[in-house]
Structures are given as C-alpha cells and as structure tokens.
C-alpha cells in the first residue's frame, strides 16, 4: 500500500529534473499521473507504464489559460478524478538587472507566476463545485514551488526571485481562502543539481564534494520529491500554507517576514528624526539572510 493508491496526481514540468522525480515517485506510491510539460512528458509516463504505474502524458502550455483548462480535464477525463496539483513548471532567464530586458522578465513571470495560477484555478474550480455538489474530493492537494532566490534573495535573478517570491506570497493566502473547502496549499523551495542549475559553479562543486566524502548524492533532484509526495497525502491533513526548504537530506521550514525591532508614537514622524531612528532600528535587527536562509556575515 503506498500513500497515494487509487489518487490522481498532476505533475507541471515533469519531463526531467525535479518534476520527473516527483511524477516517478507518486507513481511508486500508488498515485494515477499526468505528466505535463512542453517536452518529453510521453518519455516519463512511459517509464512508468514499464514499471506498472498509470500515467499519461500531456504537452499543454500551462501559463496559458486554455492550455490549463485542458490540462485539469484531462485528468478527469482519463482517471475520473483529481486529487493533487503539482506546480513545478519553471524557466530561468538569469542576467543582471542592468542588461535584462523585457523580455526575459515577462518569460520568467509567465511560467512561474501564471503557470501557477493558472492550473491552480481551474483544479479549485473543480474541487470547489463538487465540494458545493455535497460531494466533496478526498484530500485535495496543492504543492507550489518556489526558491531560495525567492526567500532569501541571489544575485542575476531579480525576474526568477520574484517570481518565486510571489508564488510563496500565493501559498500562504491561498492557504488561508481555501481552508474551508478542505483545501491544503504548501510549497517547497527546492535545491537540486538540474538542468537550471548546472551553471552555477560553487553549488555543483559543493554537491560533488560531499558526494566524494559520503556517497550520498545530495545533489539529486530524487531527495526533493519525499517531502512533496507526503505533503501532498491525506497523513497532511493539518500541514497548510507553510514553505520547506529542501536540499540533499535536509528539510527546514521557511518562515515567513516577520516584523522586527520598532518604534512607535501617537504623531506623525519627521523626515529629519529618523537619521537616528531608522539606524538604531537597524542595528538591532536580524540581517537579510544569505542564500542559505542564514543571516549574513
């Protein structure tokens, strides 16, 4: 018995990296799979067809509107019924900020952010009708992605962190909407050696490293998908509108901003007080993190 038998799972971006590991994994787990993406997706629900799961293969552009339509119906049509939405779907369009142009910024926003919403309102649509029909679906699931660039800031990816600092910001509000539909909503933010990150130097060295040193490949995008699988399963009931950091074997939950030292008064502020406010506020606060989530040196 696996924790998703008899379940219908849809996977965004599931061709390769971390959206094919997701896609293999709930089929490991009993779970019926549509696998989306603009490339290869026949390749990844054939792999698991040959291991005696059930998928299908499905091409449409989820940041379009249609395209996401077609996507939730087919699962209905095909397995009769939807219970998890993956949103993995992702692009990188890296420079910095100076040499982007507009259109490496509207890519980056397109997929992430609409290919988000766009999946993720016609699934609540359909949970939301047969919720209303006194027929409600078992467990329905969201799991979103977002990023360390979205949570903690990199350098080269304005477009792409916020983009996935929006879908976090999505997360937890829509957590919160959809509470009393029964309607859970997480989000992990992913590392992971992939086709995305091949680029960057130190991550792929950092990954090898301990690969050498221990034998675990803490780099694979296989270590995300655990995480995502149980989110996504009824034992999840509780767990809703909250990010995870995930890498190699480490889990960690995301917390979000928080207000931090302050001062207030019943008047309004002059500009020319705060040169010695604002300071000392600052002097008492937690710096931005680093990439890993950890204050800055």
Not at 260 to 269: A, I, T
Request: glycine share 12%; no cysteine.
């Amino acid at each position: 018995m696996g924790l998703h038998d008899g379940r219908v799972v849809i996977v965004t971006g599931a061709a390769g990296g971390i959206g094919r590991e997701h896609a293999l994994e709930f089929a490991r787990q009993g779970a019926k799979v549509v696998v989306n993406d603009l490339g290869p997706a026949g390749e990844v629900a054939d792999e698991i067809t040959r291991l005696g799961g059930q998928a299908i293969a499905n091409s449409d552009d989820i940041s379009d509107w249609e395209g996401a339509g077609r996507l939730i119906q087919s699962a209905l049509d095909t397995f009769g019924d939807l219970h998890v939405l993956v949103n993995n779907a992702g692009i990188l369009r890296d420079k910095m900020f100076v040499n982007m142009d507009i259109d490496m910024w509207d890519a980056v926003i397109k997929v992430h952010m609409r290919g988000t919403f766009a999946p993720t309102k016609h699934a609540v649509a359909y949970w939301r009708d047969k919720h209303k029909a006194g027929d409600p679906v078992s467990h329905p699931r969201i799991i979103n992605t977002s990023s360390p660039s979205g949570l903690y800031g990199n350098v080269g990816q304005s477009n792409y962190g916020a983009a996935k600092a929006g879908i976090a910001a999505f997360t937890v509000i829509l957590a919160d909407e959809l509470a009393r539909l029964g309607i859970t909503v997480n989000a992990i933010a992913p590392s992971a050696l992939t086709q995305m990150t091949q680029g960057l130097d130190n991550y792929v060295a950092a990954m090898a490293e301990i690969k050498e040193r221990t034998g675990f490949d803490a780099g694979s995008p296989a270590n995300i998908s655990p995480i995502v699988v149980w989110l996504a399963s009824a034992e999840a009931e509780t767990v809703t509108g909250r990010v995870f950091n995930v890498k190699g074997g480490s889990i960690s939950v995301a917390e979000t901003w928080q207000a931090g030292p302050g001062v207030s008064r019943e008047s309004r502020w002059d500009p020319a007080e705060l040169g010695e406010v604002i300071p000392s506020l600052l002097a008492q606060a937690r710096p931005n993190s680093d990439g890993s989530g950890k204050p800055r040196a």
